[in-house]
């Protein structure tokens, strides 16, 4: 905001140096420098303000269990050591729950990307009758507290016999799941040009093979990364799994459960185990984040 | 648009979606309603007279209140050809009915669950056989068989753990027996046996005991709606959770116009700053919660940071009862942290929106930062903010695991803390009291979103007017 690259000082002339300007204008320079300076400063203090603390529960991560038990903490892990994060690997239920999660949240992304494609791609490509309330709707749920219906959820369960077992929490993470991939996948789809797809059907493709051919390897990009982002909310989340299992648990609802029984190390060491996942799938659908959370405001 | 010809293919393409919301989202919320209000089997009803079918019933009593057992009545029923008696026992008992008051009358003796009966050393099989043990589990290895009828010396009481069975419930513990008798063959013969199948004689019944099971009809109460709300948790946790969204929100916000400002700003690294900012959106609540615990835990890093400063000499302890401020400091920052990506997101697009040249002219002008911010970002991006509004704040009513990371749940505890623990089997166990607190928190957001739209319109219909 501070700034815009190409306007009237700088333009075509030879190389001047400030001190050669007018008063006015060194001053309106160094005050623009001054502000620039400012915009970083403020930049970096926010990353610093995030980072920060991933650094420090990653340097507990990688410290000994002795150095994470002492006080007063290093700030570093020096000296480095995977004992820790052995331990929490080696704990009883740990791997089983990790293996858990991960089913589940594939299952999640796999049910989610199946049933949000096809309504997405109606979204985006079909004026019918009921599409404004069909939206509407769609961004009501969005908006709704689902999880907390895990609660009355897991008394069905329960009556029809799926409770405790990992893919009825994954039937549930998809609910969860299902309204801001719909309308993700939709703004992606809309996003794929409209012409193509005439273009195709032009050359002699039927509406299927249009989509096959030409939408969706356009689409494929962003549907992968929404995919992506529904296995980190499904990864993540703790109410649903932990109402929703016993003994089949997920990663955090293990952690959760077991939180008052475990000491320091576990839970640093589980705390970032769980994040490392977030900090490499938000780099790839970083992109990708407007398409996916700027949709809900309009 | 044009419906000359009704294309049937986008109703195809949505109706898995359609399908799926009503399966998972709008029949839970029938189901919620369902256990919030409606009683189901958990009443029992205390009759004038013992063993009569039709005696009047004097009082009901809900599922695990404690009784007082004034009487019993023992009743001998012919059984099998009369070859055993099989008796019943009836009890006399009082206790508390839901609307508080003291009623007493008649109940079978399984239906109330009492602590400690005292223990007789004789009984004899009521079962067609029992199988002998040699551990008392059904496990373990059988040692012989005894036939109905067939009399026993009680030699020791034993009793198993608790244990989650394959269908995933809780098993109450069991109670054994060690027990000797003779076989069919003359044979004498020990080993363990359930409790169950075994009639013991003159078991003598304490005096106190638990309501346990019931029967009753599917009724409309406001019974769990009020159990809710008189439970002390309840307002303590609704104060909580309301206190942390007027904490969390307004900080969260300014951060938010900010980190987005900042990313609009075309500084050099902005994708990696995005990246950086974006970053809390992948992050759990509970990976959160540990996050800050690592900070503000008794040997954590603000007290070291303190104590390498020399600004204080030994540890001090944050979370603890008795500093509850720390510890809600701790949860506004944890909250602060991980969802204000959120709303720099949605502010960020709504910035997109902007049209350049209305910045342009602002800037051309010599409007200072403050105000092009005042006068035309934020009236512009005031749609934006509001969706941003609502979702935070229905969100921030769910606010679960950073609390339990943080704190343990206990001395400070949330809305849909108290859900989950009503819901807990290892804690209160009550289906239909969590069900009452998911409804409330699905009318708390309701309210919420209700109440910030019409806000809005009310707005702009005063701003049309003036």
């Not at chain 1, 331990?87 to 009883?92: S, T």
């Not at chain 2, 400063?309 to 008795?322: C, K, V």
């Not at chain 2, 510890?327 to 902007?354: D, H, P």
Request: hydrophobic share 50%; proline share 5%.
């Amino acid at each position: 905001m501070t700034t815009t690259p190409t306007t009237q000082t700088a333009a075509p002339l030879p190389r001047v140096r400030v001190r050669d300007l007018p008063v006015e204008q060194q001053r309106a320079i160094r005050a623009r420098q001054l502000r620039r300076a400012g915009t970083y400063a403020v930049a970096i203090a926010v990353a610093l303000w995030i980072l920060l603390p991933i650094w420090l529960i990653g340097t507990l991560a990688f410290s000994a269990p002795a150095d994470v038990r002492a006080y007063p903490k290093q700030a570093a892990p020096i000296p480095f050591s995977t004992e820790t994060m052995e331990f929490f690997l080696n704990a009883e239920g740990v791997l089983p729950a990790t293996r858990n999660s991960i089913v589940v949240a594939g299952l999640t992304l796999l049910l989610s990307t199946a049933i949000s494609a096809p309504a997405g791609y109606a979204i985006a490509r079909y004026f019918f009758r009921g599409r404004d309330a069909y939206r509407l709707s769609i961004l009501a749920v969005r908006a709704f507290p689902i999880v907390i219906l895990a609660v009355p959820l897991a008394v069905t369960f329960r009556t029809v016999g799926i409770y405790d077992e990992v893919y009825s929490v994954a039937l549930m993470h998809t609910a969860l799941t299902l309204p801001t991939t719909i309308l993700v996948v939709s703004s992606v789809f809309a996003s794929v040009p409209r012409e193509l797809e005439e273009a195709a059907k032009v050359f002699g493709c039927n509406a299927v093979e249009a989509f096959w051919r030409v939408v969706l390897p356009l689409a494929l990009p962003g549907v992968a990364a929404s995919a992506i982002f529904t296995f980190v909310m499904s990864w993540n989340e703790v109410f649903a799994a932990v109402v929703l299992t016993l003994e089949n648990r997920t990663l955090p609802a293990l952690i959760l459960y077991n939180l008052d029984k475990s000491g320091d190390p576990f839970k640093f060491a589980g705390g970032f185990f769980m994040l490392v996942p977030s900090l490499i799938f938000i780099f790839f659908v970083r992109r990708y984040l407007f398409n996916m959370w700027g949709q809900i405001t309009k | 648009m044009k419906f000359r010809n009704m294309n049937w293919a986008p109703y195809l393409l949505l109706l898995p979606s359609f399908v799926y919301l009503i399966l998972f989202f709008g029949w839970p919320m029938v189901q919620a309603l369902g256990l919030a209000f409606r009683r189901d089997s958990q009443i029992l009803p205390l009759r004038a007279e013992p063993a009569v079918e039709e005696a009047a019933v004097t009082g009901e009593l809900e599922r695990g209140t404690t009784v007082e057992v004034l009487d019993v009545e023992v009743f001998e029923t012919q059984r099998a050809g009369g070859l055993l008696t099989d008796r019943v026992f009836w009890l006399e008992v009082s206790g508390t009915d839901p609307e508080g008051e003291t009623i007493t009358g008649w109940v079978l003796r399984g239906q109330v669950f009492v602590a400690d009966a005292s223990r007789s050393n004789e009984g004899a099989v009521r079962a067609n056989s029992v199988t002998l043990r040699a551990e008392p589990a059904q496990s373990a290895e059988a040692v012989a068989e005894l036939p109905r009828g067939t009399e026993v010396d009680i030699l020791e009481w034993g009793k198993t753990e608790n244990r989650i069975a394959a269908d995933g419930l809780l098993q109450k513990p069991q109670n054994w027996l060690l027990v000797s008798g003779e076989t069919a063959e003359g044979e004498a013969v020990e080993g363990w046996v359930e409790r169950a199948p075994i009639f013991v004689e003159d078991a003598t019944i304490s005096a106190t005991g638990r309501v346990q099971a019931g029967e009753g009809s599917k009724e409309w109460t406001l019974d769990y709606v009020k159990r809710m709300v008189r439970d002390a948790k309840f307002s303590q946790s609704l104060r909580t959770t309301v206190i942390l969204i007027l904490l969390i929100l307004p900080v969260q916000f300014v951060l938010a116009i900010i980190m987005a400002l900042v990313l609009q700003s075309q500084i050099k690294f902005s994708s990696l700053f995005l990246y950086i900012y974006a970053i809390p959106l992948g992050i759990s609540d509970l990976a959160a919660g540990l996050v800050w615990y690592t900070i503000f835990t008794q040997s954590g890093y603000l007290n070291s940071l303190l104590q390498s400063l020399g600004l204080i000499d030994r540890p001090f302890i944050f979370i603890s009862s008795a500093n509850k401020e720390w510890i809600i400091l701790a949860i506004v920052l944890a909250e602060i942290w991980r969802a204000t990506s959120i709303v720099m997101v949605i502010v960020v697009s709504g910035l997109q929106a902007i049209p350049r040249d209305y910045l342009e002219a602002g800037e051309l002008f010599g409007a200072s930062l403050w105000q092009r911010l005042r006068h035309i970002i934020l009236p512009l991006l005031k749609p934006s903010l509001q969706v941003a509004l609502i979702l935070r704040t229905i969100l921030a009513f769910q606010v679960f695991a950073v609390v339990v990371a943080i704190s343990g749940g206990d001395v400070i505890t949330v809305l849909a803390n108290e859900a989950y623990r009503w819901y807990d089997i290892g804690a209160y166990n009550n289906k239909n009291v969590a069900a009452a607190y998911s409804g409330f928190i699905m009318l708390l957001s309701l309210g919420v979103a209700v109440f910030y739209l019409r806000a809005v319109r009310t707005q702009e219909e005063r701003e049309a007017a003036g």
